[in-house]
């Protein structure tokens, strides 16, 4: 019997998938349990439906992260924190902190997870900040790091 699981079962197929499942199985365990429903024409329009909708708004998501990126190339970010005389920070300037300023000084919204920051900076002076905003959408963004006067 062919049936659309409705989530992810171990062993037996992913989310949005169509599979052959044994007859008893599909009808005493997949079908009552909602795990799953038959692949009847009704059901099978409904699948294509959804996942042109879910094509749709990804293709949406990566056009948003394509203009973000444009942004970000252009930006440099400046963030000020307290300094020794050597250059060096005390702290460090972290991936949250990015995030924040970036939001405060250029209204842009990125979640500091996405900043890839490899350790935090740690000297006054310019680097260069990998931002991932989509799938296979990279960004980067300048971060001038000065010492207050």
């Known amino acids: 019997m062919k049936v659309i ?5 171990k ?3 992913k989310k949005d998938e169509i599979i052959n499942a044994n007859d008893g199985y599909a009808r005493n365990f997949l079908i009552p349990q909602k795990k799953a429903v038959e692949a009847n024409n009704a059901n099978m329009s409904n699948l294509k439906a959804k996942q042109d909708s879910n094509a749709f708004k990804k293709q949406e998501d990566k056009k948003k992260a394509e203009e973000i990126k444009e942004k970000l190339s252009k930006l440099n970010l400046k963030i ?3 300094a020794g005389e050597n250059g060096k920070i005390f702290g460090g300037v972290t991936a949250k902190e990015i995030a924040e300023q970036l ?3 250029h209204k842009i919204l990125i979640d500091k997870r996405k ?6 900076i740690k000297n ?3 680097t260069i900040v990998e931002i991932k905003l989509f ?3 990279v960004g980067t963004l300048k971060v001038s790091v000065e010492g207050l006067k």
């Open 5 to 9: 699981l409705l989530e992810n079962i």
């Open 11 to 13: 062993g037996v197929g």
């Open 80 to 82: 000020q924190v307290k």
């Open 103 to 105: 939001e405060k000084q």
């Open 115 to 120: 900043i890839d920051l490899k350790e935090t």
């Open 124 to 126: 006054l002076g310019t």
């Open 135 to 137: 799938e296979s959408v």
